[in-house]
């Protein structure tokens, strides 16, 4: 049985119990209107006959009768919420067991299919400026670039970018650009350590909404958690802040200084609760936020032989950390004993050269079980297979380590920029 019919089976089981819910709901209500048909055809006082026309029957309901009637309304409602509440909980564990059958036929599509990133040859625009930073927002249709210091806003519309605005608030390079899911806003970082926040306006413009400055120097990297309502920001630096959404306005409520470098790379787990970060200081932390008081604690330091420039959770239980221009990315996990992550696995990529610049933040694309992987001149793509073996699926060279670029969050698209081409360049999704 393939997946289409599993979900095929549930939805129709849901509808039968949907309408039987309704037909017991049909007939508790006819119940409730004879009661009343009841009450109100109750024998009245005789009328003398030479009044029938001028005085009309007072229905005369007593309050035992109100009572009464309020008792089998209860009656009647409370086994249906009863029942409603019952089935709800057994469609919802139905629909988790259909979810473990289903999400392994899912990824079996992806793990045991090969793709390629295939460059758009004639969709690539040529700029000359440095990008930094490059952002796609959650249906594909708009694409932000940091252009030295400006941000340049593309439509995205059947595979061609078209410029739309240009954004000039910022007076150092933009290096971090962050579109929001829920709200049509963005964030962007600078050179200068501030942060700006955009808001979309009723002529579909986007405009400078608050500006941040309590950075002193790079934002190297920056994260927004699933609420949209707390923002963490590394910075050259050396410190994590977190920002607490207050009033429609950002505020920073808590400065993290225990690196002794350069932040270079950060990530949020599933659960929202935890932080892990990597700098110029040979350290990985992991930041867990208390349940008490909301506040955020280093947990652990774990020391690595060569810093590190890119992170990123695979799971709340699994991490993937890329130390400076090695050729290979090492895998960290929790035990579960004493609940320390530490390195259980390294696995081969590509670098092509001894350097490798920040900016480029490590992805991990759910839907295809998929790590992207920036280091030295190589975007390496990683696959997650269904043993939790990782492999390198393709490496793509573009000649220079000054490269930087996001893919889209459906894994449909790879848009990068580098210094040898200087061309913003579109790669789609291949499926052999």
């Given at each position: ?30 119940r ?20 029938v026309?001028?005085?009309l ?33 057994q469609q ?20 045991q ?81 501030q ?22 120097t ?13 923002m963490?920001s ?9 920002w607490q ?29 935890r ?80 350097g ?5 933040p ?32 393709q ?7 000054h ?16 210094y ?13």
């Open positions: 049985m393939n997946s289409e019919q599993i979900v095929s089976q549930l939805e129709n089981k849901i509808q039968e119990c949907l309408q039987g819910v309704q037909q017991q709901l049909d007939s508790s209500f006819n409730i209107e004879a009661f009343l048909d009841q009450l109100v055809l109750a024998p009245n006082p005789p009328v003398p006959q030479n009044t026309n001028f005085v029957p007072t229905i005369q309901i007593s309050q035992p009768q109100i009572s009464t009637l309020g008792n089998q309304v209860i009656q009647e409602i409370k086994p249906l919420i009863n029942i409603t509440i019952q089935k709800s909980i919802q564990q139905q629909l988790q067991q259909q979810q473990k059958i289903v999400q392994p036929i899912i990824n079996n599509q992806y793990y299919k090969p793709f390629t990133y295939k460059l758009l040859q004639d969709k690539s625009i040529k700029y000359n400026e440095y990008c930094y930073a490059i952002a796609i927002n959650k249906d594909n249709s708009i694409i932000l670039a940091g252009c030295n210091y400006q941000i340049k806003v593309f439509e995205f519309k059947q595979e061609q970018l078209k410029q739309t605005q240009i954004l000039s608030e910022h007076l150092d390079y933009v290096s971090t650009l962050n579109f929001m899911k829920k709200q049509n806003q963005f964030i962007s970082g600078s050179g200068n350590g942060i700006i926040i955009w808001s979309m306006n009723q002529n579909s413009q986007w405009v400078c909404q608050q500006k941040l400055n309590d950075h002193s790079w934002i190297n990297c920056l994260l927004i958690n699933n609420n949209e309502d707390v963490i590394g910075s050259h630096d050396k410190t994590i802040k977190f959404k207050q009033q429609q306005q950002f505020v920073c409520s808590q400065t993290i200084s225990d690196h002794t470098n350069s932040v270079q790379g950060l990530s949020l787990n599933d659960l929202q609760n932080v892990i970060s990597c700098g110029d200081d040979k350290l990985i932390l992991i930041i867990e936020r208390s349940s008490q008081d909301q506040k955020w604690n280093v947990i652990q330091k774990i020391s690595v032989e060569v810093d590190g420039r890119r992170l990123c959770f695979i799971s709340d239980n699994v991490f993937t950390f890329q130390p400076y221009s090695k050729e290979q990315m090492h895998i960290y996990e929790m035990s579960s004993t004493n609940k320390q992550y530490s390195k259980t696995k390294e696995i081969d990529v590509k670098s092509g050269c001894c490798c610049n920040v900016f480029f490590q992805q991990y694309i759910k839907q295809k079980c998929l790590i992207v992987n920036k280091n030295g001149y190589n975007v390496n793509l990683i696959r997650q297979n269904q043993n939790g073996d990782f492999i390198t699926q490496s793509i060279d573009f000649g220079h380590n490269l930087f670029g996001s893919m889209s969050e459906d894994g449909e698209y790879l848009m990068t920029w580098d040898k081409s200087k061309e913003i360049q579109i790669r789609k999704y291949h499926q052999e």
